[in-house]
């Protein structure tokens, strides 16, 4: 069982250029979301989806897309890279039952953008 | 509005010693939940505790306890007989209710740096 998988693990990009990173879950959970950790900030809540066609945003949503194609799917597309976005981003998935115990992170994805 | 504060930047103990990490939270649900992450150095994050908002006992879990008190909106994390293995960030965060986006909208605190040295 993979639970919640991010690819890549490093990425370096310049200034103005694109890039997705991907995040994919195999436990079925209806809800996903994206995390960028900052020093010194916690985690910041990006944008999220409840189900697959339904996203919104979060707390630092600007400069970010994301869409939900399918329940395991949810990419976070870049869509010209800033400074102000190196940031290591997590995704988590979990089940929208309030029963069940946690979120499950990803691995993380350090960005950085020269 | 919904906030979780740690104010305890960096900890730095000797092994052995216990060692006790605040989280504060601010929210105007009267369901929520409450949560400990750990980060060690690797970077993944791993889950510890979720207690619930009409929950209020303390737990324990080995050398691990945690004591949350509504009166006081504070969920308190100690760590007794620290170990070199404990060293990690831990974030403490807050989940609003189900029905208002519950575990996909967590909001964290910026995290303590716990330094256990041998």
């Known amino acids: 069982n993979a639970g919640v998988t991010q690819t890549p693990k490093f990425q370096v990009l310049k200034t103005g250029q694109s890039m997705t990173l991907q995040c994919a879950q195999d436990?079925?959970?209806?809800?996903m979301s994206w995390y960028r950790q900052d020093p010194g900030m916690g985690l910041r809540l990006i944008h999220y989806?409840?189900?697959?066609?339904?996203?919104d945003q979060g707390e630092v949503p600007n400069g970010y897309n994301v869409s939900r194609s399918t329940t395991e799917d949810f990419p976070l597309r870049l869509l010209s890279a800033a400074p102000s976005q190196t940031s290591v981003y997590f995704c988590?998935?979990?089940?929208?039952?309030?029963?069940?115990?946690?979120?499950?992170f990803g691995q993380g994805t350090r960005l950085t953008v020269v | 509005a919904q906030k979780v504060t740690q104010a305890q930047t960096e900890i730095s103990v000797v092994e052995k010693e216990d060692v006790t990490l605040d989280c504060v939270y601010e929210?105007?649900?009267?369901?929520?939940?409450l949560f400990w992450y750990k980060q060690p150095p690797s970077g993944e994050l791993v889950f510890l505790i979720r207690?619930?908002?009409?929950?209020?006992q303390n737990e324990i879990s080995g050398r691990y306890s945690w004591n949350f008190q509504k009166s006081t909106s504070s969920f308190n994390f100690t760590i007794t007989a620290s170990q070199v293995v404990d060293s990690a960030v831990y974030f403490c965060?807050?989940?609003?209710?189900?029905?208002?986006?519950?575990?996909?909208?967590?909001?964290f605190g910026a995290g303590t740096r716990l330094a256990v040295h041998p």
């Open positions: 988590a998935s979990s089940y929208s039952v309030k029963a069940y115990t946690e979120a499950f």
């Open positions: 436990m079925n959970h209806e809800y």
């Open positions: 965060a807050l989940s609003p209710p189900p029905e208002e986006g519950g575990y996909n909208k967590l909001i």
């Open positions: 929210t105007r649900d009267t369901t929520y939940y």
């Open positions: 989806s409840v189900g697959a066609g339904i996203t």
């Open positions: 207690r619930n908002s009409f929950d209020e």
